[in-house]
């Protein structure tokens, strides 16, 4: 048995003797002693007393049960109630201060030996409970700390991936208008067209930024009914240029015009851009004459749906398992961020939707996603 510090609160001197004389043949210490039941809880403190054992009847305006609810509240120290009767509203008030044990005197060394080992035994088990709560709760708050650091960081690194075309068409587009100014003389209509597009382009970036919030927040999407038809061959112009660079031919049979759905046309237009980079990206190393995007916007096969299709001529999808491709900050480019098709899941994921990924033929990769049809304007 443990050896513990034990303090005696009994205002019977010859049983406090004895009492002191049977904890000392167990091998406990018996740190202190009092007959003042308001000395006990200082004492109790000040003796470092891991058990008191406690007369119910004490003198003084301290009983033993009060004595043992300032103990409890102020020091969490474990009781025993020592008694040789009492009425029953005494042991209300006794059962009320939760003690952990009752010897009835006269008790043997065996009982006073069962009651203090069960008594130590169940306050060290409510300790290490209580550590275990308090590690718990310290785990739950650091997961919650490092939960919203994702968050944020995520946040960041999709603004970052999705601002950054915009961005460029802004630099790009600012230096053609400096340089339509530097002529002689100057030509103000395509000056005008070039400042046209950058306020395009910066409309752009905020609303994506607005998107990119809302989505982080979780608030949800600012749902409208609109052409998806219209907005595949919004993004496809918007990436002609970037096409044209990197040799890339563009294929537009597959747009079924008249496909109304019900979503939110930014966070669309969003997932549209970033599957048609990750289709240009995947076609870099392909010979330049073999470089084909397609899209498309047919029927699902679920009623009252719609499918977008984007396919490429690429390096197709990796091996394993390409559910990873949609995971934060996972990518198989040297000068990736990952967070692409990230944002993409994302964004389907509260439209109720999924971003499928498969083979495409003869090779490359094709994603596709189904939005709900407008029920009011579709056909």
């Given at each position: 048995?443990?050896?513990?510090?034990?303090?005696?609160v009994e205002d019977d001197r010859v049983v406090a003797r004895d009492i002191r004389?049977?904890?000392?043949?167990?091998?406990?210490?018996?740190?202190?002693?009092?007959?003042?039941?308001?000395?006990?809880?200082?004492?109790?403190?000040?003796?470092?007393?891991?058990?008191?054992?406690?007369?119910?009847?004490?003198?003084?305006?301290?009983?033993?049960?009060?004595?043992?609810?300032?103990?409890?509240?102020?020091?969490?120290?474990?009781?025993?109630?020592?008694?040789?009767?009492?009425?029953?509203?005494?042991?209300?008030?006794?059962?009320?201060?939760?003690?952990?044990?009752?010897?009835?005197?006269?008790?043997?060394?065996?009982?006073?030996?069962?009651?203090?080992?069960?008594?130590?035994?169940?306050?060290?088990?409510?300790?290490?409970?209580?550590?275990?709560?308090?590690?718990?709760?310290?785990?739950?708050?650091?997961v919650a700390r490092v939960a919203q650091l994702t968050r944020m960081s995520e946040?960041?690194?999709?603004?970052?991936?999705?601002?950054?075309?915009?961005?460029?068409?802004?630099?790009?587009?600012?230096?053609?208008?400096?340089?339509?100014?530097?002529?002689?003389?100057?030509?103000?209509?395509?000056?005008?067209?070039?400042?046209?597009?950058?306020?395009?382009?910066?409309?752009?970036?905020?609303?994506?930024?607005?998107?990119?919030?809302?989505?982080?927040?979780?608030?949800?999407?600012?749902?409208?009914?609109?052409d998806l038809s219209a907005l595949v061959r919004e993004v496809a112009e918007l990436?002609?240029?970037?096409?044209?660079?990197?040799?890339?031919?563009?294929?537009?049979?597959?747009?079924?015009?008249?496909?109304?759905?019900?979503?939110?046309?930014?966070?669309?237009?969003?997932?549209?851009?970033?599957?048609?980079?990750?289709?240009?990206?995947?076609?870099?190393?392909?010979?330049?004459?073999?470089?084909?995007?397609?899209?498309?916007?047919?029927?699902?096969?679920?009623?009252?749906?719609?499918?977008?299709?984007?396919?490429?001529?690429?390096?197709?999808?990796?091996?394993?398992?390409?559910?990873?491709?949609?995971?934060?900050?996972?990518?198989?480019?040297?000068?990736?961020?990952?967070?692409?098709?990230?944002?993409?899941?994302?964004?389907?994921?509260?439209?109720?939707?999924?971003?499928?990924?498969?083979?495409?033929?003869?090779?490359?990769?094709?994603?596709?996603?189904?939005?709900?049809?407008?029920?009011?304007?579709?056909?």
């Amino acid at each position: 048995m443990k050896r513990a510090n034990i303090m005696i609160v009994e205002d019977d001197r010859v049983v406090a003797r004895d009492i002191r004389q049977q904890l000392q043949r167990m091998g406990h210490a018996v740190v202190a002693a009092t007959a003042d039941g308001e000395q006990a809880v200082a004492l109790a403190a000040q003796a470092r007393a891991e058990l008191v054992l406690m007369d119910i009847r004490l003198g003084g305006r301290v009983d033993g049960v009060e004595a043992a609810r300032r103990l409890r509240a102020q020091c969490e120290i474990p009781v025993i109630f020592l008694t040789a009767y009492a009425d029953d509203e005494t042991l209300r008030r006794a059962g009320e201060t939760e003690p952990y044990g009752y010897l009835l005197k006269p008790f043997e060394d065996s009982q006073l030996r069962t009651t203090v080992e069960m008594a130590l035994y169940k306050h060290a088990a409510e300790q290490r409970l209580r550590e275990s709560e308090r590690a718990l709760r310290a785990a739950e708050a650091e997961v919650a700390r490092v939960a919203q650091l994702t968050r944020m960081s995520e946040l960041a690194a999709a603004i970052a991936h999705e601002i950054n075309q915009p961005l460029a068409a802004i630099v790009a587009n600012a230096g053609a208008g400096l340089n339509w100014l530097r002529r002689d003389p100057p030509d103000l209509a395509e000056t005008r067209e070039v400042l046209q597009s950058i306020r395009a382009d910066g409309h752009r970036a905020a609303e994506t930024i607005r998107s990119l919030r809302a989505l982080s927040r979780r608030s949800g999407p600012s749902f409208a009914c609109f052409d998806l038809s219209a907005l595949v061959r919004e993004v496809a112009e918007l990436s002609r240029e970037a096409l044209r660079e990197r040799g890339v031919k563009l294929n537009l049979e597959g747009v079924v015009p008249g496909a109304r759905v019900h979503a939110d046309r930014v966070q669309i237009r969003q997932v549209l851009h970033n599957l048609v980079t990750n289709a240009m990206d995947a076609m870099a190393e392909v010979p330049a004459g073999e470089r084909w995007l397609i899209l498309s916007v047919a029927p699902a096969q679920a009623e009252g749906t719609a499918t977008v299709t984007v396919s490429d001529t690429g390096v197709g999808l990796p091996a394993g398992d390409t559910r990873r491709l949609l995971e934060p900050f996972f990518t198989t480019k040297a000068h990736g961020m990952g967070m692409g098709l990230a944002i993409c899941r994302g964004i389907l994921e509260a439209h109720e939707s999924r971003l499928a990924l498969a083979p495409s033929t003869p090779r490359g990769a094709a994603f596709s996603f189904e939005l709900r049809l407008d029920d009011l304007k579709s056909g």
